[in-house]
Structure formats: C-alpha cells, structure tokens
C-alpha cells in the first residue's frame, strides 16, 4: 500500500511562501503523474500543479508563476513552492499520485493565508 504523507502547511502572511513536502513510501519515480491539490471550506476540491511523466509540469492558471511544483525521485519526494500568497490560496492542500491506473492519496495539510 502506497503513503503519501504532506508536511509544510501552516499559516502565513500575504505576501509569505512555504514549502509544501509530500513524501511517498515507494520510489516516486513509478508515478506517471504525481500531483498537489487543493480544497476551499464550501468548495471542491481541484488541481493546482502537476509533474506528468510525459507532458512535464501544468498548472491552475491563477497560480502560475507563484507556485513551482517539483519532484526529487532520489528522496521520493515531491515539493510545491509558493510563493506571493493570498488568501484565495488558503485550503487544506493534497498530494496525490498516480501509478497503472492506481490514485492515491495524502490526508491534506493546512495552509492559511491570512494577515
């Protein structure tokens, strides 16, 4: 059984970054895709970055340019800077991995942007 495990969250000032980490108990390298995403009180949950193993990086328009997704297979882990955060940003954010059809999960950390 796959873990994926998110540490980095917390609350920060417009403006601040953190670093988000998820780490995997496989070697990353397997995942065809390995991504973050988020989920808003009241909202649904939706992607914010992805690393795909065939197209590179993608990401939700209104964080391009804030956010830097990465993987580190080496230390089968997965990172997401940010940057220049806002409040719209404040969610509770998920890793997720896909590996032969499989998706998987993180139980989310917290992030709050808040002043």
């Known amino acids: 059984q796959v873990q994926l495990v998110e540490s980095g969250g917390g609350l920060v000032q417009p403006g601040g970054s953190l670093r988000l980490s998820c780490a995997a108990s496989?070697?990353?390298?397997?995942?065809?895709?390995m991504a973050w995403y988020r989920q808003a009180p009241g909202k649904q949950r939706e992607p914010v970055a992805a690393i795909r193993r065939d197209v590179g990086t993608q990401y939700l328009l209104s964080v391009k340019g804030r956010f830097t997704i990465s993987r580190d297979n080496a230390k089968n882990t997965m990172y997401l800077q940010m940057k220049d955060l806002k409040p719209g940003d404040t969610a509770v954010y998920f890793c997720?991995?896909?590996?032969?059809?499989?998706?998987?999960w993180g139980q989310g950390t917290q992030v709050t942007v808040s002043s």
């Open positions: 496989t070697n990353t390298f397997s995942f065809n895709v």
């Open positions: 997720n991995a896909v590996n032969d059809g499989v998706t998987y």
